[in-house]
């Protein structure tokens, strides 16, 4: 009994550290419309955009055309 109580634990936590890992986005472009992104967008300054993966490929959005980003709670 007690081994399946720990496994339970141990389970339950490691679902919720892996939940917690992502933290959706939206980018509100200048232009209006907005973009959701899986995980919140890595700005790489040396090209000036900002960068995410989804459905494993890698976008990409103009610094300049990101008026704003929020998480998503």
């Known amino acids: 009994?007690?081994?399946?109580?720990?496994?339970?634990?141990?389970?339950?936590?490691?679902?919720?550290?892996m939940a917690g890992c992502s933290s959706p986005s939206v980018m509100h472009k200048r232009d209006g419309t907005?973009?959701?992104?899986?995980d919140?967008?890595?700005?790489d300054k040396k090209s000036g955009f900002y960068e995410y993966e989804e459905g494993g490929r890698k976008i990409?959005?103009?610094?300049?055309?990101?008026?704003k980003i929020e998480e998503v709670n």
């Open 1 to 17: 009994m007690r081994l399946i109580t720990s496994t339970l634990v141990v389970v339950l936590t490691s679902m919720g550290l």
């Open 34 to 38: 907005q973009v959701v992104t899986p």
């Open 40 to 43: 919140e967008p890595k700005y």
């Open 60 to 67: 990409q959005i103009n610094k300049d055309d990101v008026k």
